[in-house]
């Protein structure tokens, strides 16, 4: 069974840093595009960065391009997030997808985490 387990989030204050976690088993991690999402309240769900997993290369939507990075080893998936701002706020879900090489539509990945919580304060 594969399982997606984030981490991470919490209180930051404009221009801050997090890192999130996304601990995936039941899977062979380099085999799945990993995509990380974010949903505020009222909100689609965003796509903001995935790596593929073919190459390894990796994208990122143009609110969060420069600020974030994602990275992953063996096991875990990480999005650093740097120079925070409030409309950054929102649950942050990791996700995986077994048939595709990355992608920013949610619809692509069978397997979610619960989600953890990120949130800006000025």
């Known amino acids: 069974e594969v399982q997606l387990v984030e981490s991470g989030g919490g209180l930051v204050q404009t221009g801050g840093s997090l890192r999130l976690s996304c601990a995936a088993s039941g899977l062979t991690l380099y085999d799945y595009a990993i995509g990380w999402f974010r949903q505020a309240p009222g909100k689609k769900r965003e796509g903001v960065s995935c790596?593929?997993?073919?190459?390894?290369s990796t994208f990122y939507s143009d609110s969060v391009k420069g600020r974030f990075t994602i990275s992953r080893d063996n096991a875990t998936v990480y999005l650093h997030m740097t120079r925070l701002k409030l409309e950054d706020t929102a649950a942050y879900y990791c996700a995986a997808d077994a048939s595709s090489s990355g992608s920013f539509d949610p619809r692509m990945y069978a397997a979610w985490g619960q989600g953890t919580q990120v949130t800006v304060s000025s």
């Open positions: 790596i593929s997993s073919s190459d390894g």
